[in-house]
């Protein structure tokens, strides 16, 4: 039992972090002419699970990561996060310009239920 509280209160803080990190990101981007999309993460929906391997090379190649796949693409060690962002450019009045579907979203207004990301699944009801 203890063990079990334990990864709960584990996971809870890493995606608590995360969402910390998220909201630092979100809070730079009015500067950049810039708008972030929501959180992509391979096994989406959207992105096919099997470009885990080439998301985590090419964050690879920016940061030192120790973070590996195992043989069923899952990341290691265990309590890994891995997902992207995309940029949509503002035009001259602020606006977004694109596709109103890349709006930014937070995991409580994703569309994507079965998202492993998606904090709702992570909540105890």
């Given at each position: 039992?203890?063990?079990?509280?334990?990864?709960?209160?584990?996971?809870?803080?890493?995606?608590c972090a995360s969402n910390e990190m998220n909201k630092i990101i979100r809070s730079n981007e009015g500067t950049s002419g810039y708008k972030l999309t929501r959180r992509y993460a391979a096994g989406d929906g959207i992105i096919d699970f099997n470009k885990q391997q080439e998301i985590l090379d090419a964050l690879k190649k920016e940061v030192a990561v120790d973070a590996c796949l195992n043989e069923s693409q899952a990341l290691i060690p265990e309590m890994s996060i891995l997902y992207l962002?995309?940029?949509?450019?503002?035009?001259?009045?602020?606006s977004i310009s694109g596709n109103e579907d890349e709006k930014c979203s937070e995991c409580s207004l994703c569309q994507n239920i079965n998202c492993s990301y998606r904090e709702e699944n992570n909540e105890k009801i």
């Open positions: 039992m203890k063990g079990y509280l334990l990864h709960e209160i584990a996971e809870d803080a890493l995606f962002f995309g940029l949509i450019k503002k035009n001259m009045s602020g």
